[in-house]
T-cell receptor, first 116, second 115 residues
Framework: GAGVSQSPRYKVTKRGQDVALRCDPI?????LYWYRQALGQGPEFLTYFNYEAQQDKSGLPNDRFSAERPEGSISTLTIQRTEQRDSAMYRC??????????????FGEGSRLTVL | DQQVKQNSPSLSVQEGRISILNCDYTNSMFDYFLWYKKYPAEGPTFLIS?????DKNEDGRFTVFLNKSAKHLSLHIVPSQPGDSAVYFCAASARSGGSNYKLTFGKGTLLTVNP
């Protein structure tokens, strides 16, 4: 497709389980971002890649969260030992240039995670 | 600590009238500002941006005004159309501060344009 694709769109899991959320950015986009959006809030930065290199992971809440982009295209955000507070919409965005300074990010539809 | 604040959760206007969405920020390092629009079940889409070296940027029916001394920006939509009904997010970044890729978002304002 032409846009940023995320899967699964919806994920319900039990507390303590691991989840993996996938992002397929727009073809050729260099930069890829993960954001998390709680209900009634704006998106909150988690981490960011240029090509396959993770440039900044300062927004990841704790060490249960990790992300990778091994071939500089598809990215996976993994949450280990999920907790109820991890429930949120996880949004991926991509950008055609590196370090697109506050510029236009193309967001996917998001993956809604519910932890029971 | 909300660095980008949208104090109006919702706004309702009549079709054809002006919509004014407001945003305040606290971080003086922010030097680039954006508005994103979000329809239900979709991701946010970029609408318009402004650099801190400007005080106004216009794109068709959309104009963003920046008042740096007040740390305030606003989005004007004229004339408003029912298709403009969406959640509008204000976002900011600090391009010269080494974290130029991070966008800090407000909580959003739900705009409803009534026919």
């Amino acid at each position: 497709g032409a846009g940023v694709s995320q899967s699964p769109r919806y994920k319900v899991t039990k507390r303590g389980q691991d989840v993996a959320l996938r992002c397929d950015p727009i073809s050729g986009h260099v930069s890829l971002y993960w954001y998390r959006q709680a209900l009634g809030q704006g998106p909150e930065f988690l981490t960011y890649f240029n090509y396959e290199a993770q440039q900044d992971k300062s927004g990841l809440p704790n060490d249960r969260f990790s992300a990778e982009r091994p071939e500089g295209s598809i990215s996976t955000l993994t949450i280990q030992r999920t907790e109820q507070r991890d429930s949120a919409m996880y949004r991926c965005a991509s950008s055609p240039t590196r370090d697109r300074a506050g510029g236009e990010l193309f967001f996917g539809e998001g993956s809604r995670l519910t932890v029971l | 600590d909300q660095q980008v604040k949208q104090n109006s959760p919702s706004l309702s206007v009549q079709e054809g009238r002006i919509s004014i969405l407001n945003c305040d920020y606290t971080n003086s390092m922010f030097d680039y500002f954006l508005w994103y629009k979000k329809y239900p079940a979709e991701g946010p889409t970029f609408l318009i941006s402004i650099s801190s070296i400007k005080d106004k940027n216009e794109d068709g029916r959309f104009t963003v005004f920046l008042n740096k001394s007040a740390k305030h920006l606003s989005l004007h939509i004229v004339p408003s159309q029912p298709g403009d009904s969406a959640v509008y997010f204000c976002a900011a970044s600090a391009r010269s501060g080494g974290s130029n890729y991070k966008l800090t978002f407000g909580k959003g304002t739900l705009l409803t344009v009534n026919p």
